[in-house]
């Protein structure tokens, strides 16, 4: 491979950095030679078949021997799988009991609906007051009334045990790696496979290990929801003021004490962000876990978008979005909580009033559900939905959009879309990994390098080029797309609180609301195409970038702000020269997630229909070709992997220009 | 000869077990719930209550879960689900076999119902492009479906890929003007054809039979050359002398039954009866009418579906 060896002796000859005009000649000569290789030798453009390297057999038939033959110390591997997952089935058991299958022995039936719904809002009134009481009470009563009650109580009994598990492994992992440089170096590329490796490629393989159902569902949300988790609570201890932690260590706190009374609570903030992740992508994930064998809501969303019953589906995401959002607003709200000083001059009543109405409800609830059948679940005729309305809706706007959108379309398809695919599926490979590595060494030296070049080469020697560039492309102007409206809105969302609060529930709904249903209206607009499929990415993958900018911007400390405005700075010099380069590392993590999302999301745009490794992945599935999917997952993440560190080098390098000390 | 002898010793002692087992075993076997695959599209929903339906007479414990219809056979090879009702020759071939090579699925049976998928047209399409029924007809105003990705070729909306059918490589062998282009999914094919019905818009898909596109738009099967298995083999066969597989798909596709291969040891008498389950075309469009018409829920519609055909639910459990 000429140009590693092209990028490997620089390190030696070259000096230890660049100037501009070096590089510039340096790119130059090495997009150059990788063209004019492409002239003489055709498997520049096109990994030659015969070099092929078959790891795509290798791991499946590796995963198949795993399943069947695999021991150890005399205990089948599957049978051990098999037993961690009846206990991890164990308490999702309990939830479904509670919810939707009653206990049977007992004679008892599920709670019903009637006591759930005031229990909710009673622990909203208990937890956040009046407003949050009604936000849960009024949700309840949507899941109830338009008859999506049982379904929902269906994915309550996953989430309800995905949030807590995710919540704290995240937590422990996040602990370990401040604590340890060595895990620290093996956890942070776990952390990138697990974000962006697609659902879809992990999700059979985990199937024949676990047993397909809920906790095959359980283990593919844990896997994508726990990281943000444990990123957070890196961010966040790393981030705690050394002179708060320095106060921990002269009062004379052991080191348990530091970590658990001192810099937790003060990293609470980001802590809470990385919480109202994990209950964001629970959720989001509801739709996925259906695939995997997970009854309720997403199971039912996706035979609806079948039937072409899109207000219906809509119906059922709005029920998916509402669980996230009352379950987002009553944890901040749990950590948020004010302690009650008057709590010891209340009577007993007075303090414990919310548990005793719920006692009161749930036993008369249970004694009425034995007369009256509406106490436990409505019927159908009782209740109401907008399904078809919302439906010839659409078809309405549909048909009055497309003489207008389609040209657009058109226009973007033809002169933007195509020029920039055909442009990467040309591109001979030695260009693109020369240029690549080129910036990884002058960013980062030797360890990015190496592991660029490492990532590259695996998609390249195992013949999956122009798959993976078909996905480079696609999240490349995606990504674009998305910083370009992202970063922006979170910078206005910083200057107005009033913004801010309505930006920050658009994103909620934006990452909970299941993306297939909004995939089915841009289809009937676009059609399937290019178009689409970057329409798709957009909503879901824009949001990291809106929360990061504005969780960085506002984490500013006044006092800098002041010092700035102290000095005569204007309000935009104040925000180019002083809270935006201050808030850059945020803002690059929020980048480097909307990079992962967009990659993560290839595998929906796989659903429209394209033809890159997402779709590679889900074809996978039906032929039960384990390494073909886990190869292409793997490679999508390898793209994110590539990507972030590039972004990471160059934003520490930014930052030592800037004058920041790391 | 000794495979015949071996055969049909092998029948003689699976018939004295078979009877045996009806005759000791009293169903149910176990109390362990049997497990039914349910996926998202209608008629299958309605099938597998009806089956869950009749195992419970039996006395059986029947939970559904949910599963992609691909992803579904591993589960059911590896015995964590034991029952569906509905797989498709069209989409589900390539993952059913694979399935019962692995040893682990059983083929259960084949539905009296045939299935059969095909490129399909609205029937608006015939005022613009008159001889569209035909493939020779509907190549002549290929550019009728060109758009600014396939243009000038036309654009033809091909089934996912995961299905494992290859339509660019009959529309090569038959040198049509056409470029298929594959949806991620059943949903995204319905959009498609939803969207160009509101506005008349020229159309040609990938549509299958029984399914509720029939009830809801008006439209028909373009015919393609009867496939004979010498268009697959003998490239002088068809329109094209130079090419194999220059012809269209099967009329008659299998509608099959796949089962866990423990079923048969765990449950004996309930794998009896889904071995006789059967349903014809008919009466699986009935059933999904219930549902797709009527506005019936799955299971609703499973109740209704038991009352009215009785008898052949009873001769199913007997």
Redesign the interface.
């Known amino acids: 491979m000429t140009d590693q060896a092209g990028g490997s002796t620089s390190t030696n000859f070259l000096p230890d950095s660049l100037k501009g005009h070096e590089a510039k000649v340096a790119y130059v000569a090495i997009i150059t030679l990788g063209v004019l290789l492409s002239f003489v030798w055709s498997g520049a453009t096109r990994w030659p078949q015969e070099w092929v390297l078959p790891l795509e057999g290798w791991i499946t038939d590796g995963i198949n021997w795993l399943k069947r033959e695999a021991h150890i110390f005399g205990v089948q591997v599957k049978d051990i799988t098999r037993a961690i997952g009846a206990t991890l089935k164990l308490p999702i058991k309990w939830a479904e009991y509670l919810l939707f299958r009653g206990m049977k022995p007992l004679g008892l039936g599920p709670l019903p609906w009637v006591a759930v719904t005031a229990g909710v809002a009673l622990l909203g009134h208990w937890i956040g007051g009046i407003r949050l009481a009604m936000l849960c009470l009024l949700s309840f009563l949507y899941l109830s009334f338009f008859h999506l009650w049982k379904d929902s109580m269906q994915t309550m009994a996953v989430v309800l045990v995905a949030v807590p598990l995710a919540a704290l492994i995240g937590l422990g992992l996040g602990i370990w790696v401040t604590r340890s440089k060595r895990a620290a170096k093996i956890i942070s590329p776990i952390f990138d496979l697990m974000q962006a490796t697609p659902h879809m490629a992990y999700?059979?393989p985990v199937?024949?290990f676990f047993?397909?159902?809920p906790v095959t569902a359980l283990i593919a949300t844990v896997v994508f929801a726990m990281p943000p988790m444990a990123r957070c609570t890196i961010l966040g201890l790393q981030t705690v003021p050394s002179d708060i932690l320095e106060s921990g260590k002269m009062s004379g706190c052991t080191q348990r004490q530091l970590l658990w009374k001192v810099a937790l609570p003060s990293a609470k903030r980001t802590l809470m962000l990385g919480l109202n992740q994990v209950v964001m992508q629970t959720l989001a994930m509801v739709v996925i876990a259906?695939?995997?064998?997970?009854?309720g809501l997403g199971?039912k969303l996706?035979?609806s978008?079948?039937?072409?019953r899109i207000g219906l589906a809509i119906e059922q995401g709005i029920a998916i979005t509402l669980l996230a959002i009352v379950l987002d607003r009553l944890t901040q709200g749990f950590a948020y909580r004010e302690v009650d000083h008057f709590a010891a001059t209340k009577s007993f009543l007075q303090r414990n009033w919310h548990w005793i109405a719920f006692i009161a409800i749930l036993i008369v609830s249970y004694v009425a559900a034995e007369y009256f059948r509406e106490v436990k679940i409505l019927a159908?005729k009782q209740t109401f939905s907008f399904a078809r309305e919302m439906n010839d809706g659409i078809?309405e706007f549909?048909?009055i959009a497309?003489p207008f959108l389609n040209p657009f379309k058109?226009w973007m398809?033809?002169y933007v879309l195509?020029n920039i695919r055909d442009f990467f599926l040309w591109l001979p490979w030695p260009v693109f990994v020369g240029t690549v590595a080129l910036a990884a060494w002058r960013l980062g030296k030797a360890p990015v390098l190496w592991l660029c070049l490492a990532l590259m080469a695996s998609f390249i020697v195992t013949g999956f080029w122009v798959e993976t560039m078909q996905t480079t492309y696609l999240v490349l102007i995606s990504g674009i797309f998305c910083v370009l409206i992202g970063v922006p809105i979170g910078i206005w969302c910083s200057r107005s609180e009033r913004v801010a609060n309505i930006t920050m529930s658009v994103c909620d709904t934006l990452q909970t609301f299941p993306s297939f249903i909004y995939?089915?209206?841009a289809?009937?607009?676009f059609?399937?195409?290019?178009f689409s499929n970057v329409i798709a990415i957009i909503p879901y993958a824009t949001v990291p970038a809106i929360r990061y900018t504005y969780l960085g911007l506002k984490g500013i400390s006044p006092v800098t702000i002041e010092a700035a405005k102290m000095n005569g700075a204007t309000p935009s010099q104040s925000l180019w020269k002083v809270e935006l380069p201050i808030a850059v590392p945020e803002i690059m993590l929020g980048i480097n997630q909307t990079i992962m999302m967009a990659l993560a999301m290839t595998a929906i745009?796989?659903?429209?229909?394209?033809?890159d490794l997402g779709?590679e992945v889900?074809?996978a599935?039906?032929?039960?070709n384990y390494g073909r999917g886990i190869l292409c997952g793997f490679f999508i993440a390898a793209l994110g992997i590539i990507a972030d560190r590039l972004i990471q080098a160059w934003a520490s390098e930014r930052k030592k220009q800037l004058g920041f000390n790391e | 000869m000794t495979i015949t002898k071996l055969m049909a010793t092998s029948a003689i002692v699976g018939a004295s077990m078979l009877t045996a087992s009806f005759a000791y075993a009293e169903a149910p076997e176990s109390d362990d719930p049997i497990i039914i695959v349910?996926n998202?599209?209608?008629s299958q929903?309605v099938l597998s209550h009806v089956v869950g339906k009749v195992l419970e007479a039996k006395g059986y414990t029947v939970e559904?879960?949910?599963?992609?219809s691909?992803?579904?056979?591993?589960?059911i090879a590896?015995g964590?689900?034991h029952f569906q009702v509905e797989a498709w020759e069209g989409s589900?071939k390539?993952?059913f076999e694979?399935?019962v090579a692995?040893d682990g699925m059983v083929d259960a049976g084949s539905h009296s119902a045939v299935t059969r998928e095909e490129w399909w047209i609205p029937d608006y399409v015939l005022e613009t492009c008159p001889g569209a029924e035909e493939w020779e007809g509907l190549n002549k105003c290929a550019d009728q479906f060109a758009?600014?990705?396939t243009a000038p070729k036309g654009r033809f909306?091909g089934p996912?890929?995961?299905?494992?059918k290859n339509y660019a490589d009959r529309v090569n062998a038959l040198e049509m003007n056409f470029q298929a282009?594959?949806?991620?999914?059943?949903?995204?094919l319905?959009?498609?054809l939803?969207?160009a019905y509101?506005?008349k818009k020229p159309i040609v898909l990938f549509n299958w039979t029984p399914n509720?596109i029939e009830s809801?738009f008006k439209g028909r099967f373009v015919n393609f050359p009867e496939p004979e298995p010498a268009c697959f083999e003998d490239a002088s066969w068809g329109p094209n002398p130079n090419a194999t597989g220059d012809c269209g798909a099967t009329h008659g596709g299998w509608l099959k039954k796949a089962a866990w291969k423990g079923l048969a040891d765990k449950y004996p008498v309930a794998w009896g009866v889904m071995q006789k389950i059967d349903f014809s075309n008919a009466q699986i469009a009935a059933a999904a009418l219930l549902v797709?018409v009527d506005g019936m829920?799955a299971e609703e519609a499973a109740d209704k579906w038991i009352a009215d055909n009785a008898d052949v639910v009873a001769s199913w459990s007997n």
């Open positions: 999700l059979a199937a024949a047993a397909a159902g259906s695939i995997a064998g997970q009854p199971h996706l035979y978008l079948q039937q072409l159908r078809r549909n048909k497309y058109e398809t033809t195509l995939l089915i209206p289809i009937m607009l059609n399937v195409s290019i745009t796989a659903l429209i229909g394209s033809t779709q889900v074809r599935i039906s032929t039960q | 349910q998202n599209w209608t929903l559904f879960a949910p599963s992609d691909q992803l579904q056979f591993a589960s590896s964590d689900m589900m390539s993952a694979k399935a692995d758009t600014a990705e909306v996912p890929a995961d299905w494992g282009i594959n949806v991620g999914q059943a949903a995204t319905w959009a498609e939803q969207s509101d506005q509720f809801k797709d829920e």
